[in-house]
């Protein structure tokens, strides 16, 4: 699992427009990792393989984990999560279960 600093482990964005920027492009990685945890939860929740539905579920966990990282970065920057992440959310554990 990647180690993630705190924002003082940063040179943190000065300039207004800076701020925004970081925001919006760790908007974008925050709903990467909500993706990345409905793909693994519906492939947990569809599997025969015990091993497998395992190995998911720990992957699901370390997303949230990643997800955790994100939501407390943007709220450093001042920033917002995506108000679409239930669409993407759903629209990745639809792909999860193909």
Same mark, same amino acid.
Do not use: K
């Given at each position: 699992?990647?180690v993630h600093?705190? +924002?003082s482990d $940063? =040179?943190?964005?000065t300039e207004p427009?800076?701020?925004r920027?970081?925001?919006?492009l760790m908007? *974008?990685? =925050?709903v &990467?990792? @909500?993706? +990345?945890q409905? %793909? $693994?939860?519906?492939?947990?929740a569809t599997?025969v393989d015990? *091993?497998?539905?395992?190995e998911?579920r720990a992957? !699901?966990?370390e997303?949230?984990d990643?997800l !955790?990282?994100t939501?407390e970065?943007l709220r450093?920057?001042? +920033?917002r999560?995506?108000?679409?992440?239930? %669409?993407? $959310? !759903?629209?990745?554990f +639809? @792909? &999860?279960? %193909?």
């Amino acid at each position: 699992m990647p180690v993630h600093g705190s +924002a003082s482990d $940063y =040179d943190e964005p000065t300039e207004p427009s800076q701020r925004r920027l970081s925001g919006a492009l760790m908007r *974008v990685n =925050d709903v &990467g990792e @909500i993706c +990345a945890q409905a %793909l $693994y939860e519906a492939q947990a929740a569809t599997t025969v393989d015990p *091993v497998l539905e395992s190995e998911f579920r720990a992957a !699901a966990r370390e997303e949230g984990d990643h997800l !955790a990282w994100t939501r407390e970065r943007l709220r450093e920057l001042g +920033a917002r999560p995506s108000l679409l992440n239930p %669409l993407w $959310y !759903a629209g990745s554990f +639809a @792909i &999860g279960l %193909l």
